[in-house]
Structures are given as structure tokens and as C-alpha cells.
């Protein structure tokens, strides 16, 4: 059974970091397509960053620049760093996993993704 357990959110304030991990179980990552989502009360849920087994990375336009999506095979884990956080950023914060070999533009949308994470909440103070 697969399951991806996240961590590391909290509260900030603006222009803060925080470093999100997820742990991945009965799957290996370097196999899997893997992206970090987020939604917002009351939004639907989209693709913040994700990242491809060969090491190629997608980004949001909002979070480019500011956010690198990253995974350690041997941890089974993947990380999200998010830095200059603003209040936008607010939101639960879910990782995804998904065995099928998708390209790159197809993996900030859910619909690709199998496996889901119970999230963990990041709210950015002004």
C-alpha cells in the first residue's frame, strides 16, 4: 500500500522559509512522478512544483523562483523549499505520486496523480 506522509508546515511571516517534506512508503520515488499541490479554502487544489525521475522540475508561474521542489531516492523522500513566502502562499500543502511516465506539462494538473498525502498547512502572516 502506498502512502506519502507530509511535514514541515507552520506559520510564518512574510519574506519566511519553511522546508516541506513527504515520505513516501510501499513505492520508490525514483520511479514515480511526484509534484506538490496546494489548495486554499474555498479554491480548487493545484500544481505548485513537481519533478520528473530524471530530475527535471516544473514550476508555477506565482512560485517560480522562489520554491525548489527536490527528492532524496535514498530517503524515499521529497522536499519542497519555500522561500520569500507571502500571504498568497497560504493553503494545505499536499504531495502526489503517480507510477505513469508523464512529461513534464501534464504534472501540475491532479488528474495524473494516484497517490495523495493527508497534507500539511502553511499560513504566511503579513
Known amino acids: 500500500q502506498v502512502q506519502l506522509v507530509e511535514s514541515g508546515g507552520g506559520s510564518v511571516q512574510t519574506g519566511g522559509s519553511l522546508r516541506l517534506s513527504c515520505v513516501i512508503s510501499?513505492?520508490?520515488?525514483?520511479?514515480?512522478?511526484m509534484g506538490w499541490f496546494r489548495q486554499a479554502p474555498g479554491n480548487e487544489r493545484w500544481g505548485v512544483a513537481a519533478i520528473r525521475p530524471d530530475g527535471r522540475t516544473t514550476y508555477a508561474n506565482s512560485v517560480q523562483g522562489r520554491f525548489i521542489i527536490s527528492q532524496d531516492n535514498a530517503k524515499n523522500t521529497l522536499y519542497l523549499e519555500m522561500n520569500s513566502l507571502k500571504p498568497d502562499d497560504t493553503a494545505m500543502y499536499y504531495c502526489?505520486?503517480?507510477?505513469?511516465?508523464?512529461?513534464?506539462?501534464?504534472?501540475?494538473?491532479?488528474?495524473?496523480?494516484?497517490?495523495w498525502g493527508q497534507g500539511t498547512q502553511v499560513t504566511v502572516s503579513s
Open positions: 502526489a505520486a503517480t507510477r505513469a511516465d508523464w512529461s513534464l506539462v501534464f504534472l501540475l494538473k491532479t488528474d495524473v496523480y494516484n497517490y
Open positions: 510501499g513505492y520508490t520515488s525514483r520511479s514515480a512522478c
